[in-house]
């Protein structure tokens, strides 16, 4: 058996001229296998049943892979679940910027609502001063009415006041005025009426001087140098106006 087996060794060890060592089939280095061990040609698809005889035949004339083919094959697995694993290792990280972007949005939507119940008590406030503001204004239109209605029956008053004034008094035009050293005194100004009356109007002197005045002064306004100003008398008794 061992002699066989040494036969058979060094007729395998000796490379073939038409194949190649590489392209053995599984079934031819597993059918060798079994020759060294038990000395005999045993099939590793041999089976006792005929039913399984004939699925060995079929698989012996079947083309079957090479370990070059394996090895390609698992080289391809390999390539792929590499390519897996930075698919995976993307997914990571995808999944952790987007872990981060849910909690920066969650940050930024209660940044939101803090500022959005800001603005609403800002707003709350502002419709509370409008609307005491539109009260107050209600009541200073109100008040604005009032004056207006006492301005008018002043002003009336006045108008009538002023009217009944007017009654008492004259106006005396052309009578020289000194306002060299600013306002004339009103005892001066009465001094010149007076003497206005006797050469203008030729009234005797007993009676311009009999006449009662209330009040003699010139007409409002600062006096001009070279202007002379009217003469507003106020007599004291209505017959001597």
């Not at 109100?142 to 006041?161: F, I």
């Not at 009103?186 to 001087?209: C, M, N, S």
């Not at 306004?221 to 106020?234: E, F, M, T, W």
Request: charged fraction near 30%; charge should be neutral; proline fraction near 2%.
């Amino acid at each position: 058996m061992n002699q066989t087996a040494e036969k058979y060794i060094n007729k395998e060890a000796r490379p073939s001229e038409d194949t190649d060592c590489v392209n053995l089939s599984i079934s031819d280095v597993l059918n060798s296998k079994n020759t060294v061990l038990y000395g005999e040609d045993l099939s590793v698809f041999a089976s006792v049943s005929d039913s399984v005889s004939v699925r060995s035949v079929m698989a012996e004339n079947s083309v079957e892979p090479t370990i070059r083919d394996l090895m390609t094959l698992l080289q391809n697995v390999s390539g792929r679940l590499k390519a897996m694993e930075k698919k995976m290792g993307v997914i990571e990280n995808i999944e952790k910027r987007m872990g981060a972007m849910e909690k920066d949005m969650i940050k930024l939507w209660v940044a939101i609502e803090d500022k959005v119940k800001k603005v609403d008590k800002r707003v709350t406030r502002i419709e509370d001063k409008v609307d005491g503001a539109d009260i107050h204004a209600a009541q200073l239109s109100d008040r604005v009415q009032e004056l207006e209605k006492e301005r008018n029956t002043l002003r009336d008053n006045v108008s009538y006041l002023q009217s009944q004034s007017m009654r008492n008094n004259l106006i005396f035009v052309g009578v020289t005025e000194d306002n060299s050293t600013g306002n004339e005194a009103p005892e001066v100004t009465e001094v010149k009426l007076r003497q206005h009356l006797k050469d203008a109007f030729k009234i005797a002197g007993y009676v311009v001087d009999s006449i009662k005045f209330e009040r003699v002064h010139r007409s409002p306004g600062s006096p001009i140098l070279g202007k002379v100003r009217n003469i507003v008398a106020k007599f004291t008794f209505y017959k001597d106006r």
